[in-house]
């Protein structure tokens, strides 16, 4: 998938041209969708609106910071030059991996707007239909498929995909419980190394701790230890099969 870009003084807009017609400087601007928002997911930082874009439906998210730099600036980040805006960023690496057959949202549109030495960013994604988070599914008891998640994770990480913040917000599972990945700001492409279990450990600490909630089910380590037995026997497999 090839993104085209456009732009002008201050601003600019990395976009699928089979999806966004006409790109301009205000096309993320919340009163250009207020008639279309169908819904909204998440608060404060991660909250993201949903649209209706035509037929589809689109999930749009604004970049903030947390922690304690967020209560300063929001969303302001250091410009360093368009390719090196997280919105363009995490759009090229998400078309990257929607292009290897991964199951990631596919990309829409990726903006920025600049004031001095700042910029806040944007970013627009087709929304999977059905989806849950697995942490939603998971307080609400549902039947989960431990063995298909680590297959998935065992997909990004052969391709050498990053999460930087894997967990089980940002896990996906569909109307036939198929995973996803979304939120890849701050993700990369590595080489196999230390971080691939790394990865893995952050989204148990946030399985355990999504646990320590009030009324949710506890952690269960047999569980667990499916989706890792998933991920090695995947690994495995692809390993013999790269054997001469």
């Not at 759009?91 to 991964?102: C, M, N, P, V």
């Amino acid at each position: 998938m090839s993104g085209v870009i456009a732009g002008g003084p201050g601003w600019g807009l990395l976009h699928d041209p089979a999806l966004v017609g006409d790109p301009r400087r205000d096309w993320f601007a919340a009163e250009a969708w207020e008639k279309r928002m169908t819904g909204h997911a998440g608060r404060g930082r991660g909250r993201v609106r949903f649209v209706m874009a035509g037929d589809a439906q689109w999930a749009l998210r604004h970049y903030r910071r947390g922690g304690l730099v967020g209560r300063l600036v929001s969303d302001r980040y250091a410009w360093l030059g368009a390719e090196r805006t997280r919105a363009f960023r995490e759009w090229r690496l998400l078309a990257h991996l929607h292009a290897a057959g991964l199951p990631v949202p596919r990309p829409v549109a990726a903006g920025w707007t600049r004031e001095g030495l700042f910029y806040s960013a944007d970013l627009a994604t087709v929304l999977i239909p059905g989806a849950m988070p697995l942490s939603a599914r998971i307080a609400a008891g549902a039947d989960i498929d431990w063995r298909r998640i680590g297959q998935v994770l065992q997909d990004f990480h052969a391709a050498g995909a990053c999460h930087a913040d894997l967990n089980a917000h940002n896990i996906l599972l569909d109307a036939e419980g198929e995973p996803w990945l979304l939120d890849f700001d701050r993700g990369r492409l590595r080489p196999p190394g230390a971080w691939q279990a790394r990865n893995l450990e952050r989204l148990r600490r946030s399985l355990e701790k999504i646990a320590r909630e009030p009324s949710a089910p506890p952690f269960s380590a047999p569980a667990w230890a499916e989706l890792l037995s998933s991920y090695d026997a995947r690994r495995d497999l692809r390993f013999r099969a790269r054997r001469p």
